[in-house]
């Protein structure tokens, strides 16, 4: 059974702290995957709520001391009770008070997966790179060197997004060809992806197998847009953004094997390709 159908089968519970302007595209795109959304902020409730759901997923798009406070609470009791942890470093970087923010957070939370883009997981751990908003801006460095040196650090899967999206457990280096520019014009992209990353994580129990389930999740996300912008044929973002939606829900497991470009490079003298 693919990652894909065990989403769809076990319909985990996935516990977010997102950001304001995505809470809506995030609920529905964890709902038309077939996950089941749970958005929890209040202090008094996110420990009870991250203990019982299949994973958590920390966004800090829209900060300020109580969302972070929420997120420390939320992603401490996930780590008390086994369950893994998404981290969206959303803007780090962008302002001292994001930088230092994400850097508390990973302190204290044991993160089991980092999702940003490449500005954002450098600042992350403390590196430069440009950074416009909560966009990655224009940089010179390794990519694929800079994941793994984050996900060595923090002791994590890594996952940076972009043009190619790279997946990483500090060993293995996975790279996702799959996607489409008209993601970038959608407010919420990236910050729904760290939640599918969650739905997958959520369905696997080894950290062998978890790697598998996030590249499968970054190339299966890929995949439905290049099918919704064929669907939304040429009208625009709004057209683009429903078809999305609509494409989360009917990809099919077939589709993602007959259509996901991930090529996974074992070391410096085996690479295999999917």
């Avoid at 749970?38 to 008094?44: D, G, L, R, S, T």
């Avoid at 790179?129 to 890594?158: F, H, S, Y």
Wanted: with cysteine; glycine share 10%; hydrophobic share 45%.
């Amino acid at each position: 059974m693919s990652f894909l159908q065990q989403v769809r089968s076990v319909n985990p519970l996935i516990h977010n702290i997102t950001n304001v302007v995505v809470t809506n595209f995030t609920a529905n795109g964890l709902l038309a995957l077939g996950a089941s959304p749970f958005m929890a902020f209040a202090h008094e409730e996110v420990e009870d709520v991250a203990a019982m759901a299949g994973a958590v997923m920390l966004n800090m798009g829209t900060l300020d001391p109580y969302t972070v406070q929420s997120i420390k609470l939320a992603g401490k009791a996930a780590n008390r009770a086994g369950v893994p942890v998404v981290f969206d470093p959303v803007g780090a970087g962008a302002t001292s008070y994001r930088t230092a923010s994400a850097h508390e957070i990973v302190a204290e939370v044991k993160v089991d997966i980092l999702r940003g883009n490449v500005a954002e997981i450098a600042h992350v751990i403390g590196e430069n790179w440009q950074i416009k908003g909560v966009d990655a801006g224009g940089g010179t460095g390794d990519r694929k060197e800079l994941a793994l040196r984050a996900a060595r650090k923090l002791g994590c899967i890594v996952v940076i997004t972009g043009e190619q999206d790279i997946v990483t457990d500090g060993v293995q280096v996975n790279t996702v060809s799959n996607g489409h520019a008209l993601l970038t014009q959608v407010t919420g992209a990236g910050c729904l992806l760290s939640s599918v990353v969650a739905a997958f994580a959520a369905v696997v129990n080894d950290t062998e197998q978890r790697l598998k389930a996030v590249t499968e999740a970054v190339a299966c996300y890929g995949l439905a847009a290049e099918l919704a912008a064929i669907d939304a044929g040429g009208q625009g973002t709004g057209s683009f953004q429903m078809a999305f939606l609509n494409r989360l829900s009917m990809v099919t497991p077939e589709q993602v094997d007959g259509h996901c470009l991930i090529q996974r490079h074992l070391d410096s003298a085996h690479e295999t390709k999917h």
